[in-house]
C-alpha cells in the first residue's frame, strides 16, 4: 500500500496566520490527491481534489499543490473557522490510504 | 439536496457481523462511486474499500479483504457496508462518502455510524 506521511502532526497558530501542511506519499501518485477538514464529532468535508482543485463552496484562502510524492495544503490567512484536524487521502493506487492528520490549533 | 443517510448506531459481540446501509438522495447514485472509512476514536481515518456503483466493481483495503463486503441497491439508492469476524478493535464510526464520477472527489458524507463491538 502506497503511505501517506503528513506534517506536521500538530501546529499551533494564529488567526491571521499562513497556515502550510505537506503530505507526502511513498511513491507517486499522480496528482490523484484529496484534502478534507474534520471538526470533533463531524465527517470530513472535501476541501481540495485532484490536488489543487478547490471544492466549490470552499473559501479561496484554501489552496493545494503539488504532483508526484509531494503536496501542500495552504490557508493564507487562518480564520477562527479553520481550527480543525485535515487529512491527505490519496486516491491513485487501488487501495487507497490517509495520512495520519494535522491538528491546527489556536495558539 | 445531496445526502447520504447512514443506519443507526449498532452494538455487537465479538465473532458476529454488522451491516451499515447507506441511502442516496438528490443525485445520480447509478453514476457515482462509494468509499467506505472507518475511524476509531482519536485516531486517523481509515479507508475501508470503494464501489463504482454503475458496474458494481469493488475493492477492499488488504486488512479487511477477508472480512468486508460492499455492495449496492440500485432500486433503492442504497450502499451497503458489512463487516464479519467482529472484534473490539472494530468499534468505531463508519463513515459513507460518494463521489459523482465525472469529477472523482467524494465530496458528500454521510453522518456516520456508531459501531461497538463489546462482550
Redesign the interface.
Given at each position: 500500500?502506497i503511505q501517506m506521511t503528513q506534517s506536521p502532526s500538530t501546529l499551533s497558530a494564529s488567526v491571521g496566520d499562513r497556515v502550510t501542511i505537506t503530505c507526502r506519499a511513498s511513491q507517486s501518485i499522480s496528482s490523484w490527491l484529496?484534502w478534507?477538514q474534520?471538526k470533533p464529532g463531524k465527517?470530513?468535508?472535501?476541501l481540495i481534489?485532484?490536488a489543487s482543485?478547490l471544492?466549490?463552496g470552499v473559501p479561496s484562502r484554501f489552496s493545494g499543490s503539488g504532483s508526484g510524492t509531494e503536496f501542500t495544503l495552504t490557508i493564507s490567512s487562518l480564520q477562527p473557522d479553520d481550527f480543525a484536524t485535515y487529512?491527505c487521502?490519496q486516491?491513485n493506487s487501488?487501495?487507497?490510504?490517509?495520512?495520519?492528520?494535522t491538528k491546527v490549533e489556536i495558539k | 439536496q445531496m445526502q447520504l443517510v447512514q443506519s443507526g448506531p449498532e452494538v455487537k459481540k465479538p465473532g458476529t457481523s454488522v451491516k451499515v446501509s447507506c441511502k442516496a438522495s438528490g443525485f445520480t447514485f447509478t453514476s457515482s462511486a462509494m468509499?467506505w472509512?472507518r475511524q476509531a476514536r482519536g485516531q486517523?481515518?481509515?479507508?475501508i474499500g470503494?464501489i463504482v456503483v454503475g458496474s458494481g466493481n469493488t475493492?477492499?483495503?488488504?486488512k479487511f479483504q477477508e472480512r468486508v463486503t460492499i455492495t449496492r441497491d440500485m432500486s433503492t439508492s442504497t450502499a451497503y457496508m458489512e463487516l464479519s469476524s467482529l472484534r473490539s478493535e472494530d468499534t468505531a464510526v463508519y463513515?459513507c462518502?460518494a463521489a459523482p464520477l465525472y469529477?472523482?472527489?467524494?465530496?458528500i458524507?454521510?453522518?456516520?455510524t456508531m459501531v461497538t463491538v463489546s462482550s
Amino acid at each position: 500500500d502506497i503511505q501517506m506521511t503528513q506534517s506536521p502532526s500538530t501546529l499551533s497558530a494564529s488567526v491571521g496566520d499562513r497556515v502550510t501542511i505537506t503530505c507526502r506519499a511513498s511513491q507517486s501518485i499522480s496528482s490523484w490527491l484529496a484534502w478534507y477538514q474534520q471538526k470533533p464529532g463531524k465527517a470530513p468535508k472535501l476541501l481540495i481534489y485532484k490536488a489543487s482543485s478547490l471544492e466549490s463552496g470552499v473559501p479561496s484562502r484554501f489552496s493545494g499543490s503539488g504532483s508526484g510524492t509531494e503536496f501542500t495544503l495552504t490557508i493564507s490567512s487562518l480564520q477562527p473557522d479553520d481550527f480543525a484536524t485535515y487529512y491527505c487521502q490519496q486516491y491513485n493506487s487501488p487501495s487507497w490510504t490517509f495520512g495520519q492528520g494535522t491538528k491546527v490549533e489556536i495558539k | 439536496q445531496m445526502q447520504l443517510v447512514q443506519s443507526g448506531p449498532e452494538v455487537k459481540k465479538p465473532g458476529t457481523s454488522v451491516k451499515v446501509s447507506c441511502k442516496a438522495s438528490g443525485f445520480t447514485f447509478t453514476s457515482s462511486a462509494m468509499q467506505w472509512v472507518r475511524q476509531a476514536r482519536g485516531q486517523r481515518l481509515e479507508w475501508i474499500g470503494w464501489i463504482v456503483v454503475g458496474s458494481g466493481n469493488t475493492n477492499y483495503a488488504q486488512k479487511f479483504q477477508e472480512r468486508v463486503t460492499i455492495t449496492r441497491d440500485m432500486s433503492t439508492s442504497t450502499a451497503y457496508m458489512e463487516l464479519s469476524s467482529l472484534r473490539s478493535e472494530d468499534t468505531a464510526v463508519y463513515y459513507c462518502a460518494a463521489a459523482p464520477l465525472y469529477k472523482n472527489a467524494f465530496d458528500i458524507w454521510g453522518q456516520g455510524t456508531m459501531v461497538t463491538v463489546s462482550s
